[in-house]
């Protein structure tokens, strides 16, 4: 006979998703309020491992599938603003606590960047504009200079 409250399928649904993003036994209890040993019997009978070492992908830049179009501003801040909710939470392991230090570093290198770009864009605009003044000039010279 079961001990203690019973699991809402919230609280399955919830358990399922942290054991599949990998997260050490203890972080998952202290997020669903349940002990270790709870934990581990509610998996075993979902048929999930937890406590297991996730083997985490790793890539290199080469691996990296390149955006078509750039991210806008508003959707690299909306990635910042998930990343600092995230850290807000209790109970955050080592590894997360890293990746979130690293999702808030590559956000500012982003904008940073991004910046940049805009910069030289308009730096190109003015010289294209520039160039066909000069071409202009150009022809104009060569159509009044004597024959």
Request: charged share 30%; with cysteine.
């Amino acid at each position: 006979m079961p001990k203690g409250k019973p699991w809402t399928r919230e609280q399955e649904a919830k358990l399922k998703r942290l054991v599949k993003s990998g997260l050490e036994l203890k972080v998952i209890a202290a997020q669903l309020g349940k002990s270790e040993g709870a934990i581990r019997a509610k998996a075993r009978n979902l048929g999930l491992e937890v406590g297991k070492n996730v083997r985490r992908q790793f890539s290199t830049s080469s691996e990296i599938a390149l955006p078509k179009e750039l991210p806008s501003v508003e959707e690299a801040l909306k990635i910042l603003a998930g990343a600092l909710n995230a850290a807000s939470k209790p109970c955050l392991d080592k590894v997360e606590v890293q990746r979130l230090q690293v999702v808030a570093t590559l956000a500012r290198t982003y904008k940073q960047l991004l910046s940049d770009y805009v910069g030289y864009r308009e730096i190109e605009a003015k010289l294209v504009k520039l160039e066909e003044k000069y071409a202009q000039l150009t022809e104009k010279a060569e159509g009044n200079a004597p024959k």
